[in-house]
């Protein structure tokens, strides 16, 4: 699988999964864009290690909440590096708490970062990939969209709703041989989930039929094949990676 002279513009890819993504774009050959809106030392650090590795990088700092802002910074990559040929939709965050007492703030955060930015950053690249007829969108979901999870009502409504983004999507965007597909992590081990007690991490793992958390690297590499060509008759599907947690379609 090759992505050489491609460019692919990650969200949220300074840290876990999205790191782990842009490194795995990169030793494939596409010149990687890595969004963030709050870390940029982590950013930095996702760009050096993808240089030591022999491929090309830059950084690319915006909100995918912010339209104004999106639409900017997909203009300025499409300037000075010729266009975007992959999108993966991955920045997202998460604000705990069961729904009879989560504020109104909290509910709009996480929608507005998780689904909503990626609508927005769609929508932003949508129009040259339509007229090159040619590209790939990969939207980043969750298992708790399948399952659902207690204290995560907002969480798992974007995540669900991703899904249900990624299908119209991909039936509107097919006539120009643009594809749209999700992957569907399960419990992997980044900074969103290192916070949790030992007690919760095993009873998650009790859950898991492989019997352990995931890797950044187990996402990464199901995100590259959806990038290449091999899937290219691929589009509205979403892949579960999550070691047996959850097996439904």
């Known amino acids: ?5 491609q460019v692919a513009l990650v969200t949220g890819g300074s840290r876990g999964i999205g790191r782990a993504v842009c490194l795995r774009l990169a030793t494939m050959g596409a010149r990687v864009g890595i969004n963030y809106v709050s ?3 982590a950013a930095e650090e996702t760009l050096a290690a993808i240089r030591a590795g022999g491929g090309t990088g830059f950084l690319a700092p915006f909100d995918v909440a912010d339209g104004r802002a999106v639409q900017e910074a997909v ?10 040929d992959i999108l993966v939709n991955n920045a997202g965050i998460t604000r705990d708490g069961l729904m009879a007492r989560m504020k109104e703030d909290d509910w709009d955060a996480v929608i507005d970062t ?11 690249v949508m129009r040259p990939m339509m007229k090159k007829r040619q590209g790939r969108i990969i939207n980043i979901t969750s298992v ?3 399952l659902g999870n207690a204290g995560q009502v907002n969480y ?13 999507m991909a039936r509107e965007l097919a006539p120009r041989n643009v594809t749209v597909n999700a992957v569907a ?5 980044t900074d969103m989930t290192s ?7 095993a009873a998650i793992q009790a859950q898991i039929p492989l019997g352990s958390l995931g890797r950044p690297e187990d996402v990464a590499g199901v995100v590259a094949f959806l990038a290449s060509k091999d899937a290219a008759y691929m589009t509205g599907q979403t892949l579960h990676v999550n070691g047996g947690m959850y097996m439904g379609n």
Do not use: W
Not at 75 to 84: C, L, N, P, V
Not at 195 to 201: A, F, H, K, S, T
């Open 1 to 5: 699988m090759t992505l050489d002279g």
């Open 39 to 41: 870390n940029p030392a």
């Open 75 to 84: 203009k300025a990559i499409t300037d000075r590096h010729g266009g975007i």
């Open 114 to 124: 998780n689904l909503k930015g990626t609508f927005l950053c769609s929508k932003a």
């Open 144 to 146: 708790i969209g399948f």
């Open 156 to 168: 798992g409504a974007a995540k669900a709703g991703i899904v249900g983004l990624t299908k119209s």
């Open 185 to 189: 992590p399960g419990y992997i081990v």
């Open 195 to 201: 916070g949790l007690g030992e007690d919760i991490q």
